[in-house]
C-alpha cells in the first residue's frame, strides 16, 4: 500500500492556497499526495479550506511550525515574502522538504540563511514563479533560436513598487522567471547590476544575464497594474536572425507543474535548484527596488 506524501499549507492569506488545496485535496491531481495540515492562517481561513477538503473526502487540521514530525513536506505560500523565511526556517532545518511560494524572499540575507540551512539539513528547498513553466514559453524560445542566437529580451508585465507585499518582489518575480526559463533554465545563469529608470507608468530595469558562457540583455518592464489592470505577460526575443514575440499565459492550473517541480525533486528525478537559482532572483529585484526607492530617499534627505 502506498504511504500518502502529508503536506503542510503554511501561510493562507493567498489565492496560491485555494489552489493548492483544489490541486491536491479536492481534484487529487497527484497521486498519494495530501495537504493534511492547515497553518499560519486566521481561523475563518481555515474552517473554509478545511471544509472544501472534506467535501472531497480529504480531513485537514490546523497546525504550526511545531507539526514538523506530522508532516512530510511543506508548502509555504503568504502572499508576502518577507514572512517565508520565518515560516519555512523549522521545517527546512528539520530537514523536510519545502516549496516556497513566489517570492522565494524579500531580503537577500533571507535567501541566503534559507539556502545554506537547506544544506546543512539536507532539505530539498525550491522556490517557483508560475510563469517559469507556462506552456507558451517552449515554443516561443524554440522559434527564436530557430532563427539565431538570443541577443536581446524583452519582458513586461504588471508590478507595483509600492505594493504592501513587498514592492516589486511580489510581482516582479514572474518577469525573472519567465526570463530564466527563455533562456533555457541553465543551472549557471547569473544576473549583472541592473539599470533603473521609472517611466510614467512603468520601472525598467536592463541588467546583462550570462548563460553558457554567452551574455544577453534582459530589459525588464514593470508596468503598474494601478494604470494597467488587464496588462499580459508578455516577452519579445531578439535573435542574430529577427525578433519573436509572445503573450505568456499562465492558464488556470498554473500551479500544477510548480507542484510537479517540486515532487519531482522530492523524488529525486529532478535536481535541486542552486543557490544561484534561488537567491540570484532576489538579488535582481531587491537591486531595482532600491533604485527606484533611491530617489525618494535623497529627497527626504535634502529636504531633511
Known sequence: MTRTVRLALVGLDSSHADQ????LNVEQRFPGVRV???ADGDPGRVAE?????????VPVRAGGPDDVASVDA???????????????LPFVRAGLPVLVDKPFT?????????????????????????????????????????????TTLTLSGPADPGSPHDGLHFL???????????LGGDADL???????????????????????GRDVVVRLRLVDPAQHPTHPFHAALTTTGGTVDGTLDVGPDYLEPVLAHFLDQVAGTLAADTRAQLVGPVALLAAVQAAVQAPSRAGSARSA
Open 20 to 23: 493548492y488545496v483544489r490541486l
Open 172 to 182: 516582479g518575480i514572474h518577469l525573472v522567471e519567465a526570463a530564466r526559463s527563455l
Open 74 to 88: 511543506v508548502v509555504v505560500a503568504h502572499r508576502a515574502g518577507r514572512l517565508h523565511h520565518a515560516a519555512a
Open 190 to 212: 547569473t544576473w549583472g547590476e541592473p539599470a533603473v529608470g521609472p517611466e510614467n507608468d512603468a520601472v525598467t530595469a536592463t541588467v546583462t544575464a550570462t548563460t553558457g
Open 49 to 57: 479550506l478545511a471544509a472544501r477538503s472534506a467535501a472531497a473526502g
Open 106 to 150: 524579500a531580503a537577500v540575507a533571507d535567501a541566503e540563511d534559507l539556502v545554506t540551512a537547506a544544506r546543512a539539513s539536507g532539505s530539498v528547498l525550491t522556490s517557483c514563479s508560475a510563469l517559469r513553466f507556462v506552456p507558451d514559453v517552449a515554443p516561443l524560445r524554440a522559434t527564436a533560436l530557430a532563427h539565431g542566437r538570443i
Open 36 to 38: 493534511t495540515v492547515l
